[in-house]
């Protein structure tokens, strides 16, 4: 009696270990992809930011030049990346607030460079720059 006892519970602690350590392991996989979701979508905005920047510098330089269009390219290739950072965050994160931010925060950005002038393009992109911050927050907190 007592080896099918002992037995019993060893056949019990081994499932519920092995229960417990999938459900740790799932709850750390989760917690991750969301935290790479949003990594992702943050460096994809600071690219476009960077690009829409270069894309008004090089308008001013030589406006319809190769450099002026591969700037432009290169900023429309960045917010596509940018978008499906996007898609990314409404698989891994689907939380409406964030969302919003994001689609914001991507509007903020893709704008850059349609700035007036010099100050305009400074504004812009420190308001681009705080909504980023205020993403970073916002996300970190629903990831925890």
Same mark, same amino acid.
């Given at each position: 009696?007592?080896?099918?006892?002992?037995?019993?519970?060893?056949?019990?602690?081994?499932?519920?270990?092995?229960?417990?350590?999938?459900?740790?392991q799932?709850?750390?996989?989760? #917690?991750?992809? #969301?935290?790479?979701?949003a990594?992702?979508?943050?460096?994809?905005?600071?690219?476009v $930011?960077?690009?829409?920047?270069?894309?008004?510098?090089?308008?001013?330089?030589?406006?319809?030049?190769?450099?002026? #269009?591969?700037?432009? &390219?290169?900023?429309?290739r960045?917010?596509?990346i940018?978008?499906?950072?996007?898609?990314?965050?409404?698989?891994?994160l689907?939380d409406?607030?964030?969302l919003?931010?994001?689609d914001?925060?991507?509007?903020?950005?893709?704008?850059?460079?349609?700035?007036?002038?010099?100050?305009d393009l400074?504004s812009r @992109?420190?308001? @681009?720059?705080?909504?980023?911050?205020a &993403? $970073?927050?916002?996300?970190?907190?629903?990831?925890?």
């Amino acid at each position: 009696m007592t080896q099918v006892l002992t037995s019993l519970v060893a056949v019990v602690g081994t499932l519920l270990g092995a229960t417990l350590g999938y459900v740790f392991q799932r709850r750390s996989t989760v #917690r991750r992809d #969301r935290q790479e979701a949003a990594l992702s979508f943050s460096n994809a905005i600071t690219e476009v $930011i960077r690009s829409q920047q270069e894309w008004y510098h090089r308008k001013d330089e030589e406006r319809g030049g190769p450099e002026h #269009r591969a700037a432009r &390219f290169e900023g429309h290739r960045l917010r596509g990346i940018a978008r499906q950072a996007v898609n990314g965050l409404t698989f891994h994160l689907p939380d409406p607030e964030l969302l919003r931010l994001a689609d914001e925060l991507l509007r903020m950005a893709s704008g850059i460079h349609e700035a007036a002038d010099t100050e305009d393009l400074v504004s812009r @992109t420190e308001a @681009t720059r705080q909504a980023l911050r205020a &993403f $970073i927050e916002v996300s970190s907190a629903k990831i925890r």
